[in-house]
């Protein structure tokens, strides 16, 4: 299956459209960066894209890596740092990437070398803008001047691609796929900006989507299968019963509670409306990069320190670094501007003022926030939670990032949270229904 098609059969397929445009934008596929077309019923149909070198994925990459940040890691850290700095140097990038009215772009291949070389950007990009950072190199605002400039035009590029994508197809709903379709400051700007009524990004939007794109397409395309699903949850990945957890527990001599879930959440919600840091472990893990109730670490977004706390002592992270919100769905619009549900975690939306007075931690430098939309029918126990929360706190959201220490993947099973947990200053441990505490 073509790289671009497999993007496209995962981001479509998948939706809750019965007709949609799709927009697929990455670093590269096997020649193609972009590509954009239409899905109808079971069909796709791929009809217009930009090839490599010219790419906005590895534009982005490029700076990341310029930035002192790791290329295909870090991407996320520059999207965060943006909201500290200006876009200052549109001269400078209008030497870099030629981007046409309908969105089109070619890149000025003199300042990089990402297409013969190991290393990213050469001698001509550190003239032009600033020399290379290196990792343990103090951050100034230089640097991040750069990373808001290059936001700046990723998200006008893919506007204007967006743009010109509605003005072929002259459909209200888009689905986005490719590693860019992560830059969920971008995807909230689309819905903002563009005439596009309803996005849909399924949470694993980059090359780990490609596993599902190709069967999808397989089935439908190759083996004509007429049948379609909605992807409403992420929660796909494996899940672990109470009794392997409490044997787990026992083996290791860890002393919990056992609770029934009333009590479980009470006291949950308890411990965060007080400021404790919760891994929370539940049901079927998370499908794609992003955790969403069920390998969580939660926090009190009423708490402006709960952000810097869990930078540096759990995450051990840079400080600019932002925390997502989880919030009932019912209550997005009195949390923040944003037009349509939220379930994986893909699209940031600006907070009003209400939020950014009430939940702080969650609330980035530029008044937006990567929202979560919680339903009790997605995530039963996690809504109760945010209730239970509500109860104390008057607010129903709560701070939500994924249960992981630096350098390693998102928790899977017992012995992962449990690992994380004790290796990390986290307060209390919540798996399935047993609670531990340090």
Known sequence: CDHHYAHAASAFLPSPFKEAAILTVDGTGEWSTLAYGIGKGTQIKLEGDIKFPHSLGLLYSAVTAHLGFRVNWAEGSVMALAAYGKPVFHREFNKLIDVKEDGSFQLNLKYFSFHYDLVMTNRNFARLICPIRKPAEKITQVHRDLAATLQETTESTVIKIANNIHNIYKIENLCLAGGVALNCQTNGKILERTPFKKIFIQPAAGDDGGALGAALYAYTQLYKGKNRFEMKTAYLGPEYDDKKIKEMLKSRNIN??????????????????????????????????????NRSILGNPLNSGTKERLNEKVKKREPFRPFAPSV???????????????????????????????????????????????????????????????????????????????????????????????????DVLVMGNFLIEK
Not at 371 to 397: A, I, M
Not at 404 to 421: H, M, Q, R, T, Y
């Open 256 to 293: 919990f509670q056992e609770l029934g879930e009333e009590e479980l959440i009470k006291k949950t919600a308890n411990y965060i409306f007080n400021n404790k840091l919760i891994g929370w472990f539940y049901g079927r893990m998370e499908f794609g990069p992003r955790a969403l109730g």
């Open 328 to 426: 009932c769905w019912e209550y997005k619009n009195d949390y923040f501007n944003i037009k349509q549900k939220s379930p994986f975690m893909t699209i940031a939306a600006p907070a009003t003022c209400s939020a950014k007075e009430k939940i702080p931690a969650v609330i980035h430098r530029d008044g937006t926030a990567r929202v979560q939309t919680v339903s009790v029918k997605e995530n039963p126990r996690y809504y109760k939670l945010l209730k239970e929360f509500e109860k104390l706190s008057g607010v129903p959201v709560l701070l939500n990032t994924s249960f992981n220490l630096k350098g390693e993947p998102i928790v899977c099973s017992p012995e992962d949270a449990l690992s994380s947990f004790y290796g990390s200053e986290m």
